[in-house]
């Protein structure tokens, strides 16, 4: 075995107390300012968790009556189009699951026809579901139509 790599003996102890020798080159030193915890230490290296950069604000809707911004034309915001395709054929759904127990669920079968007819009407609707939701619905009002025909045949209410 080489001389170099076994540990110094243990400093003898003086007065009870032991002696502290100071540090062999081989340990790094500690750093003399000490990083608050979060704080930011050095860049990231991995391409996934790096920061993304922040872009500066942008002005999307300017006002039209400024005057210090003359080449930047004001677009208005994009209107919100209302859906009833998809609303046609949740009352549709609903109106007959509700027929097929109780007849009194037609007016839900109405809201939702009238709800496919005005999704048939526009164009950005999904003419799939809008029909869908007709069906459905047509079908619920027949369903009721029944339950309240039978309904009345049981109270003597027909001839």
């Given at each position: 075995m080489s001389d170099e790599r076994m540990p110094p003996p243990a400093a003898p102890a003086v007065g009870g107390t032991p002696v502290v020798e100071p540090a062999s080159p081989d340990v790094a030193p500690a750093?003399?300012?000490?990083?608050?915890?979060g704080a930011h230490r050095g860049g990231f290296r991995r391409e996934l968790?790096?920061?993304?950069?922040?872009?500066?604000?942008?002005?999307?809707?300017?006002?039209p009556d400024e005057k210090f911004a003359p080449d930047v034309r004001w677009i208005p915001p994009a209107p919100v189009l209302p859906r009833s395709a998809g609303?046609?054929?949740l009352f549709g759904t609903l109106a007959l699951v509700l027929a097929c127990f109780v007849g009194w669920g037609f007016p839900i079968g109405i809201i939702g026809v009238v709800?496919?007819?005005?999704?048939?009407?526009?164009?950005?609707?999904?003419?799939?579901?809008?029909?869908w939701g007709l069906g459905l619905s047509v079908g619920s009002l027949v369903y009721?139509?029944?339950w309240l025909w039978w309904a009345a045949a049981q109270g003597g209410l027909t001839g």
């Open positions: 750093p003399t300012d000490t990083a608050l915890p968790t790096q920061p993304l950069p922040v872009a500066p604000p942008l002005t999307v809707h300017p006002d609303w046609s054929l709800l496919a007819v005005l999704a048939l009407r526009r164009p950005w609707e999904k003419r799939e579901t809008a029909l009721s139509a029944g």
